[in-house]
């Protein structure tokens, strides 16, 4: 028996992905240890809903004891607290996550330790739709959907200057919330995989677990390179053909084939690929820009990214 993260249900099959969704499935989770109950006050903060449980994390609502504010409590859990090097990676996804300070990036107000010994940290709480819910909403159009992309790539593009690359650009990691001005607004959030820009790297070796926990790695990524922006310039651009066309850019029987096509193998047009939908060809080149092989072709930045996709949305009005 596996367990597929995406849909949280078991999955009888010999396969490596999701017969479902195409997530690639892992081993059906053990025991995860004992979490804090319900009503459990940690630093001033009083556990009142949850745990929703991720892959190394267990997420609770909590409310301040003495304030009017309410905050995501995320700590790891218990069974990994051995692990120095995953308490190391969730203790550098804190460091890291203080040092953007952008509007569309979750904030992280605090870090400790439970009684239990097992590290937290206290973030912002949104109450929003993840990414693929709000997809499906008929409301979100194709202009709805470029403007979030511009939003995100400016994010992405404040974390690059910051000499910080995100690297699971995917559609759990973003939640899509009501801005000031009526307008909705992404929040990055899950930084476990992020990494200082052009740090030294080992060659990928789990590929199953590498297109579980990042979504679309970048060619670079799977060849063991080292990163910069360009690598979440290539996430973001897979992001986006899935969320305009509803299919991912490469799929494949099992990971071996998948890293193939995204190393090898230039996607098919969006046109091609969802043809009863009209794509203006400066959206479809914008793309597969993003989807460049070599980064030296991509956009140099997500900035640059951002301005193109601004000139893309009156370019769709007009055809309206």
């Not at 569309?104 to 009684?115: H, N």
């Not at 939640?175 to 990928?204: C, H, M, W």
Request: hydrophobic letters at 35%.
């Amino acid at each position: 028996m596996k367990w597929c993260p995406s849909c949280e249900r078991s999955v009888n099959t010999m396969n490596q992905t999701c017969p479902r969704d195409g997530t690639f499935l892992v081993n059906a989770p053990e025991g995860h240890g004992q979490l804090p109950a319900l009503g459990t006050t940690i630093a001033s903060y009083k556990l009142v809903a949850g745990p929703v449980l991720g892959s190394k994390t267990a997420m609770y609502k909590a409310a301040h004891t003495s304030m009017p504010r309410t905050v995501v409590f995320r700590m790891l859990l218990p069974k990994f607290t051995p692990a120095a090097d995953i308490v190391a990676r969730f203790h550098s996804e804190a460091k890291l996550t203080t040092l953007i300070n952008h509007a569309y990036v979750v904030s992280i107000f605090d870090v400790g330790v439970t009684p239990d010994g097992n590290p937290y940290c206290i973030e912002d709480y949104f109450d929003g739709l993840p990414f693929d819910q709000y997809l499906k909403r008929p409301s979100t159009d194709i202009n709805s959907m470029i403007e979030m992309f511009s939003k995100i790539a400016e994010a992405l593009n404040q974390m690059h200057q910051k000499g910080i690359v995100h690297l699971a650009l995917k559609p759990s990691h973003i939640i899509v919330v009501p801005g000031t001005d009526g307008k909705k607004e992404p929040r990055l959030i899950d930084f476990y995989q992020a990494e200082i820009i052009n740090q030294a790297r080992s060659p990928v070796q789990d590929l199953p677990s590498v297109f579980r926990d990042y979504g679309f790695p970048s060619p670079e990524f799977l060849s063991g390179k080292s990163l910069d922006g360009r690598s979440d310039i290539y996430s973001l651009g897979c992001l986006m053909y899935k969320s305009l066309t509803g299919q991912a850019p490469f799929t494949g029987r099992d990971a071996e084939e998948l890293k193939r096509k995204h190393l090898e193998e230039r996607p098919r047009r969006l046109n091609d690929c969802s043809p009863d939908r009209q794509f203006p060809s400066i959206l479809n080149n914008c793309i597969m820009t993003a989807l460049e092989k070599d980064p030296a072709n991509r956009f140099t930045t997500a900035e640059e990214l951002k301005r193109e996709l601004m000139m893309i949305t009156p370019t769709i009005l007009r055809q309206d």
